[in-house]
């Protein structure tokens, strides 16, 4: 079975720290892709980056980063000098042959509510 | 483009009725998937749907049943509804079915079972 571990419920900072989201997953598929997606009040998931199982590469993207490490099966997320608008519910998702009960559905994490004080 | 658009937004309904919900996908993507959100269980695929037929179904009871028509827009059904059922339903489009190909997400509808 799938499974996508975030162990952190919430999380609040002040404006301009830098906060890491700690994203575990859990797959017996050698070929599986990684999601990041990000869901404002407004309910709708935007999707952030794709990281698949063989590219172990970090990305940057402005203030985001992400570091895939597949000996440890994390996939985390950092903003760098957060700001209020960046604050939402954050999810990690994996997607595999078999994930989520069926061929191709995304995993899901719980979510981190990533608080952003002013 | 426009993107995913699901109506209603808010919807509430008696425990027993049976709802109806709707998912247009962004022009052009095949694929409409169906996942159901609530503060307990977190976010659950229910199922995808691909050129009119579905692909795979996560674990849900048979009250939960889909369909997508020949425009690639799908509705998810619920029949029989009970309380557990009241949660926030998101659709997902995709322009194709591989691993990596991300999906888009509308802004839900909010189902409130009384």
């Known amino acids: 079975a799938q499974k996508v571990t975030q162990a952190q419920t919430e999380i609040s900072v002040v404006e301009k720290e830098d906060v890491t989201l700690d994203c575990v997953y859990e797959?017996?598929?050698?070929?599986?892709?990684l999601f990041w997606y990000k869901q404002p009040p407004s309910g709708e998931l935007v999707f952030l980056i794709r990281r698949n199982s063989f590219d172990e590469q970090n990305e940057i993207s402005g203030r985001y980063s992400w570091n895939f490490q597949k000996s440890t099966s994390s996939f985390n997320f950092t903003i760098t000098a957060s700001q209020v608008v960046d604050s939402a519910v954050y999810f990690c998702a994996l997607r595999g042959r078999y994930s989520g009960g069926g061929a191709d559905g995304l995993t899901f994490g719980k979510g981190t509510h990533l608080i952003i004080q002013p | 483009k426009a993107g995913v658009t699901q109506t209603p937004r808010y919807l509430i309904k008696t425990r027993g009725q049976q709802v109806t919900l709707s998912c247009s996908p962004i022009s052009g993507h095949r694929s409409v998937s169906w996942y159901q959100q609530t503060p307990g269980q977190g976010l659950q695929f229910l199922f995808e749907y691909f050129s009119e037929t579905q692909r795979n179904k996560g674990n849900f009871p048979g009250r939960f049943s889909g369909r997508q028509f020949s425009n690639s827009r799908s509705e998810m059904n619920v029949s029989t509804l009970e309380l557990g059922d009241s949660a926030l339903y998101l659709c997902?489009?995709?322009?194709?079915?591989?691993?990596?190909?991300?999906?888009?997400f509308g802004q839900g509808t909010r189902l409130t079972v009384v």
């Open positions: 997902a489009s995709r322009e194709r079915t591989d691993l990596n190909t991300e999906a888009f």
């Open positions: 797959t017996r598929d050698t070929t599986y892709y």
